[in-house]
């Protein structure tokens, strides 16, 4: 079992300093393959969605790109085990809520692939920062690797076959995972969002489909996947994040401007709060993290912290915590021991200074 | 204990009941908690959906060949059986492809050794036209360069 050693290890997005990671917390790069003549798992019988699974797995980790990397069977492991996954992203919800699901993740957990989703196979790359080419990049030379080793339904006309009609084509979704603290203090929000909506793209909370955005995350990914490139589709995306992070830093400098004092308060209160207190909820640290993360885009904090806020992020979850914990904890236990943890961990961080960026 | 009630959209048992009422009409849906939340309980769709559901459950008219799904287990589950399954309900399909992506077929990648014929007929038919143009524009250039993608995608599709 190697959730334990996934948690130990440092990863692309909690461990990763430096970049360019103000506002686009990561890209991501998904790709849905089927493979010939099987069922797709949500109709297939059990033995076959064992055979799907065997077959992709042994191909995966044939793969130079998953050599000394892990392999999770959704059927092994205990409750928190694939809540961490899902919270780290490496599976999703719908994964991790079914037995015959697997995924095969590389060493540095910026590839994982899922087995026996909504699709036999879900190709997915993560980069921290904002790198939409390079991600891509990756997808592509992983999906000809394994297309060289596993038959993939693809039709002349509907490109790659998949389960829902709104996968078929590229299969592609593209996506980047935003921080607009500053659109949302303005609350000029729901105004962008309307926008992207519009022009096809989806904005969806921290851990995609039907969750909420805590510590003013988002999601925003192309819809179509027909009838475009892939190419095509990563410009219209590229375009809009780019215009996205361009409204971002305006509302942040005007907020600057306008609040002044305040604008520096309301960021050192959440740093002092985050350094106190001896409870703390998922929802109250992440909307407090996502301050202190403004604060060291703004120059008001340094720089060099902000990877730490990230890492907070993700690892003050609640099955983040109770893993680290070693022990299964109920509400209170949680929100005492997250309290701890960002407390050692902002012990020794400066104090919040005036804007410089 | 009484048997519990299936989610209308899958087998799951359901957890989250919702009933509307319109023009005096009673409809009620039962979902499970992944259901409820994926489609958003409050969502109008959910209830048309059952409405739908609700007042016919006909025979199925089509059945994939290769692994049983019909037209009626996809109206249950908004997903199909298996890749075969997207030549069985290919042209029932059609409209629903042109309202979820707005366009009909595949542009882009394939895998290795598989020759996209659509895709490579489509862009020889542009090439053509850009041809046209390029040669009435006097843009000769660009002709040249047309004419030999033209040549080319010919020898692919002749193979």
């Known amino acids: 079992m190697s959730v334990e050693d996934i948690l130990a290890a440092e990863s692309e997005l909690t461990h990763l300093l430096g970049g360019q990671q103000a506002v686009v917390l990561s890209t991501r790069i998904r790709l849905a393959r089927n493979l010939e003549g099987l069922p797709f798992p949500g109709w297939a019988k059990l033995p076959q969605r064992k055979e799907t699974s065997d077959r992709c797995v042994t191909a995966l980790e044939g793969l130079p790109k998953f050599r000394r990397g892990h392999v999770v069977r959704m059927g092994e492991l205990g409750d928190r085990d694939r809540a961490v996954l899902v919270e780290r992203h490496l599976v999703s919800k719908e994964l991790a809520a079914g037995k015959s699901g697997a995924a095969v993740i590389s060493r540095d957990q910026t590839v994982s692939v899922m087995v026996n989703e909504e699709d036999h196979l879900r190709i997915q790359v993560v980069k921290a920062g904002w790198h939409l080419r390079g991600t891509w990049h990756i997808a592509e030379q992983l999906d000809d690797a394994l297309g060289g080793v596993l038959k993939m339904a693809f039709s002349d006309r509907l490109g790659y076959l998949t389960a829902c009609p709104t996968n078929v084509g590229t299969g592609l979704r593209a996506s980047a995972m935003v921080h607009l603290p500053g659109l949302c203090l303005a609350g000029h929000m729901d105004k962008v969002t309307r926008a992207l909506n519009q022009d096809g793209l989806a904005v969806r909370g921290w851990l995609g489909e039907g969750t909420e955005a805590a510590g003013n995350v988002f999601q925003i990914s192309n819809q179509q996947t027909l009838g475009l490139s892939e190419d095509a589709i990563l410009k219209h995306l590229g375009g809009w994040i780019k215009h996205v992070v361009e409204q971002e830093w305006n509302a942040r400098r005007k907020l600057a401007q306008e609040e002044g004092e305040k604008f520096v308060d309301r960021l050192a209160r959440s740093l002092g709060v985050l350094r106190s207190a001896r409870l703390l909820t998922s929802s109250e640290a992440m909307n407090m993290l996502s301050h202190l993360r403004l604060a060291c885009d703004m120059g008001c904090l340094p720089e060099e912290r902000r990877h730490l806020v990230d890492r907070l992020m993700i690892e003050g979850q609640p099955a983040h915590v109770q893993a680290r914990a070693g022990q299964e904890l109920d509400s209170d236990g949680r929100d005492r021991r997250r309290a701890a943890v960002v407390r050692e961990a902002l012990k020794d961080f400066p104090e919040v200074g005036p804007p410089t960026a | 204990m009484s048997k519990p009630i299936q989610c209308s959209l899958c087998e799951e048992a ?76 290919g042209e029932a399909l059609d409209g629903l492809l042109l309202k979820v992506q707005h366009e009909p077929a595949h542009v882009g990648r394939a895998p290795a050794g598989a020759v996209p014929v659509a895709q490579l007929r489509r862009r020889l038919d542009a090439a053509r036209l850009e041809m046209t143009a390029a040669v009435a524009g006097e843009d000769f250039e660009a002709a040249a360069r047309l004419r030999d993608e033209i040549a080319t995608l010919e020898r692919q599709l002749a193979s």
């Open chain 2, 14 to 89: 359901a957890t989250v009941h919702l009933s509307q009422v319109v023009h005096g009409k009673v409809t009620k849906v039962h979902l499970c908690e992944a259901c409820a939340q994926k489609g958003g309980a409050t969502d109008p769709a959910v209830f048309q959906l059952a409405d739908a559901l609700a007042a016919a459950t006909p025979a199925p008219t089509l059945t994939c060949p290769q692994c049983g799904f019909t037209d009626l287990d996809f109206r249950k589950r908004g997903r199909l059986g298996c890749p075969a399954c997207w030549e069985t309900f």
